[in-house]
Nanobody, 122 residues
């Protein structure tokens, strides 16, 4: 069975940092793309970042560029999202998702993990 487990969320003050992890199993990790999405209350799901595990290529939403860094540990089948200089507007449930296609659209992603909540206080 495919499993994606996202964890690492929590409460942090503005300007602080958190690192989210997405542990994956049940599919060919090395051939996949892993993406992070987030959804704040009352808002649509938003793409944050994605990484292509075949070559490590990654992209970011404009709202997080320069503050967030995505990385992949192929030995552990785990993708990380390092979030620095956090802002209150980063508050949301963060989800990881997997696909054998690369892109930022949630429609590309077949497998989804549960969300982990990030709350940034001002």
């Amino acid at each position: 069975d495919v499993q994606l487990q996202a964890f690492g969320g929590g409460l942090v003050q503005a300007g602080g940092s958190l690192r989210l992890s997405c542990a994956a199993s049940g599919f060919t990790f090395d051939d996949s793309a892993i993406a992070w999405f987030r959804q704040a209350p009352g808002k649509e799901r938003e793409g944050v970042s994605c990484i292509w595990n075949t070559d490590g290529g990654a992209n970011y939403a404009d709202s997080v560029k320069g503050r967030f860094t995505v990385s992949s540990d192929r030995a552990k089948n785990t993708v990380y999202l390092q979030m620095d200089s956090l802002k209150p507007e980063d508050t949301a449930a963060y989800f990881c998702a997997a696909s054998y296609r690369y892109g930022s659209s949630p429609t590309l992603y077949t497998y989804w993990g549960q969300g982990t909540l990030v709350t940034v206080s001002s």
